[in-house]
């Protein structure tokens, strides 16, 4: 039977077994914080080679700092619990009590972590409107550069995110990055980017993270999303300024004693995972896709060139919350973000859990 007539068949046997409320599924789309690590990732954490981190004698850590460091085109790395704290290490590795950073409106680290920089940092905020495509208009950001003045505060980072999670994963080319870091330089300003999902960024782009990170002052990047890792991120630049982010590391609690059982893990998503999330993208393309077509839903199919598909609801008869409620009842989960519905693939989704889910989809919108 050809394959067109396969997918038919299976979609209507789906729709009848929803219909008949015979089907229980758990299609998790929530965010691909929800990967689990693979098999190869267990067992290099079971077998791993540890020391004392805390002395920079984890021999597991130091090799995994040493891969991200050379991926990224920078001296050294940093292995840390988490993107919100590598995050935060870096601005106030680059920043000093009373400084301001200028960063988007609708990036993570103004959004989502708490405000952090100036809880513990007394480091403001000056936030920027991100455009369609994720970038900060480079006329806005020079004049939120402050000149020095006794009456305000010192701009002290700009700081991007790449991709650019709630402009619906869009990546930064490396061409509008190194204007960002020409102006930056011409100002005396350091640069940083969130990569919480930078590899995703390089693979729609297709160029090597170097590319997109080489010229910034640091990088955080993360490992726990579409790489699969269950711990950590890691943070890179000059040799110099990882010796202070070290400092901020310890002041904050992050230091992973025998981390090496869980950076692993890392260096297996490195050589293993980096490749695979191209598959991501063609389902995060198909599940768009699909949605398009069912009635009531649209997608800015511009915006979706990663692995994150937002989504509006045009429909008189149910809100976005009602949907990811009767979404969920059907076993298919996803998130709400700013209001605005998001699904996610990820590494654990294959091609027919999309196809199961937009049946999902239409079952609840006709219903």
Excluded at 12 to 21: H, K, M, N, P, S
Excluded at 28 to 39: A, I, N, V, W, Y
Excluded at 351 to 359: C, G, I, Q, S, T
Aim: hydrophobic share 40%.
């Amino acid at each position: 039977m050809h394959g067109g007539c396969l997918r038919f068949l299976a979609t209507e046997i789906t729709q009848l077994l929803l219909e008949r409320g015979d089907m229980k599924r758990d299609i998790e789309l929530r965010s691909d914080t929800f990967t689990l690590p693979t098999s190869a990732m267990r067992m290099a954490m079971h077998e791993a080679e540890v020391g004392d981190n805390a002395y920079s004698e984890d021999p597991t850590v130091n090799r995994l700092e040493k891969l991200m460091a050379e991926r990224t085109g920078h001296e050294k790395a940093l292995y840390v619990a988490s993107g919100t704290m590598g995050n935060l290490i870096c601005v106030l590795t680059h920043c000093g009590r009373g400084d301001e950073i200028i960063l988007g409106n609708r990036s993570h680290l103004f959004l989502s972590e708490q405000g952090g920089p100036a809880a513990m940092g007394s480091i403001s905020s000056w936030p920027l409107p991100n455009e369609r495509d994720g970038t900060l208009a480079l006329d806005a950001i020079r004049r939120a550069t402050r000149p020095d003045s006794v009456y305000a505060p010192r701009t002290g980072l700009i700081c991007l995110e790449n991709t650019q999670n709630c402009c619906g994963g869009v990546a930064l080319t490396p061409e509008y990055i190194a204007s960002v870091c020409e102006l930056a330089r011409n100002s005396g300003l350091p640069v940083h980017i969130d990569g919480e999902r930078i590899f995703n960024a390089a693979i729609a782009l297709g160029v090597a993270v170097e590319e997109l990170t080489k010229e910034v002052d640091s990088v955080m990047v993360g490992l726990t999303k579409g790489l699969a890792c269950p711990v950590g991120s890691v943070i890179c630049g000059s040799r110099d300024f990882i010796v202070r982010a070290r400092r901020n590391q310890r002041v904050l609690g992050g230091v992973m004693r025998q981390g090496g059982i869980v950076a692993a893990a890392g260096i297996v998503a490195l050589e293993e995972m980096v490749d695979r999330l191209a598959e991501d993208h063609l389902n995060a393309r198909l599940l768009a896709e699909g949605l398009n077509e069912i009635e009531g839903l649209s997608v800015d199919m511009r915006c979706v060139q990663t692995n994150l598909v937002y989504f509006h609801v045009d429909s008189k008869k149910m809100t976005p919350s009602e949907l990811v409620a009767r979404l969920r009842e059907q076993g298919v989960r996803i998130a709400l973000e700013l209001g605005t519905p998001r699904a996610v693939t990820h590494y654990g989704i294959e091609e027919k859990d999309v196809r199961d889910a937009l049946v999902v989809f239409r079952h609840v919108m006709k219903s």
